[in-house]
């Protein structure tokens, strides 16, 4: 059966911080590996990596892919109040059309002023 | 549409009766997707769609489940003799083609009472 967990499940720390998150995966037929972040609403997406090593980089935020040992990690740096969220890991696998994701638990992300 | 829009936003319903839970894809969008997700849980995969035809229902729970796409735009999950452990949020995703494009939207939050 697929899997993703993801871990810490929650993580509270204080502005400025850097973090990092993890999402370790157990897929049949690997495609490729998405993050995103939950607040109130829908879940809104970050990365998504599909080639080992290459990391991706969104202002404070970066996420790099391990296929060899089936992991990713997404870093957070002088973390504000506003990255507070659930990020969530999801794995795609190769499929002809279409793709359904495999989500982990998701980590709470907590920042205190 | 800009993005999904899942309707009704709350739907509080009796042990035993039927609900109806619409989504309405980004325009131009071919692939759309139903997850359920429990609070505390990342999203769970219910079934999907390619235009019309309904791709993959392995996700779906059990017979009272199931989801229409008839014109291959806007989707219903219907659920009959709803009972209280399908109280969750259930969220709607669509996509261009595979991963391009993945949105969710704000979901539905069910509570059977």
């Known amino acids: 059966e697929d899997k993703v967990v993801q871990s810490p499940l929650s993580l509270v720390v204080h502005e400025g911080d850097t973090v990092t998150l993890n999402c370790s995966y157990e897929?049949?037929?690997?495609?490729?590996l998405l993050w995103y972040k939950q607040e109130k609403k829908a879940p809104t997406f970050l990365f998504m990596l599909?080639?080992?090593?290459i990391e991706k980089k969104s202002g404070r935020l970066s996420s790099i892919l391990d296929k060899k040992e089936l992991f990713s990690i997404l870093n957070i740096t002088a973390t504000q109040t506003g990255d507070s969220a659930v990020y969530l890991c999801a794995v795609a696998e190769e499929e002809t059309s279409g793709s359904r994701l495999t989500f982990g638990e998701g980590t709470q992300l907590t920042v205190n002023p | 549409g800009a993005g999904v829009s899942q309707s009704p936003r709350y739907k509080v319903t009796k042990r035993g009766q039927d609900v109806a839970l619409r989504c309405d894809p980004i325009?131009?969008?071919?692939?759309l997707y139903w997850y359920r997700q429990a609070l505390g849980q990342g999203p769970e995969f219910l079934t999907y769609f390619n235009y019309e035809a309904q791709q993959d229902k392995s996700g779906l729970p059990n017979d009272r489940f199931s989801a229409e796409r008839p014109e291959g735009s806007i989707s219903t999950l219907t659920i009959q003799r709803t009972e209280q452990r399908d109280s969750a949020m259930y969220r709607c995703?669509?996509?261009?083609?595979?991963?391009?494009?993945?949105?969710f939207g704000s979901g539905t939050r069910l509570t059977v009472v």
């Open positions: 995703a669509s996509s261009f083609l595979g991963l391009y494009g993945y949105t």
């Open positions: 599909t080639s080992s090593g």
């Open positions: 897929v049949t037929n690997f495609r490729s």
């Open positions: 325009s131009g969008h071919v692939s």
